[in-house]
């Protein structure tokens, strides 16, 4: 049974800083892309990043640029999505994908793109 567990979510204020976790279990196969989602009341679900778990290489949404950050931990199977001078409209529920596929160009910023899911975190700015 695969699960991606996310944690670190919480509340702050405005120019705060948090850092999510992603723990992937129960999964054999080697994901090549994963990324950080997040989706707030009444909108569509929005790529923030993704990293290439081979290569290590990033893309960012231009809304977080600059003040998030995604890394991983390719031992543990975790990857971390560190967030910087948050602003009220980050205020969202952050969820972590995956795919054994190249989710290459825009295609990373599609939740489609994905087939593995966590079940999200809140992470609320004021």
């Known amino acids: 049974h695969v699960q991606l567990v996310e944690s670190g979510g919480g509340s702050v204020q405005a120019g705060g800083s948090l850092r999510l976790s992603c723990a992937v279990s129960g999964y054999t196969g080697g994901y090549v892309s994963m990324g950080w989602f997040r989706q707030a009341p009444g909108k569509e679900r929005e790529g923030v990043a993704v990293?290439?778990?081979?290569?290590?290489?990033?893309h960012y949404s231009d809304s977080v640029k600059g003040r998030f950050t995604i890394s991983q931990d390719t031992a543990k199977r975790t990857i971390f999505l560190r967030m910087n001078n948050l602003k009220p409209e980050d205020t969202a529920i952050y969820y972590c994908?995956?795919?054994?596929?190249?989710?290459?160009?825009?295609?990373?910023?599609?939740?489609?793109?994905?087939?593995?899911w966590g079940q999200g975190t809140q992470v609320t700015v004021s």
């Open positions: 994908a995956a795919t054994a596929g190249f989710a290459c160009g825009t295609w990373w910023k599609n939740p489609r793109a994905y087939n593995h």
């Open positions: 990293i290439y778990t081979e290569s290590g290489r990033t």
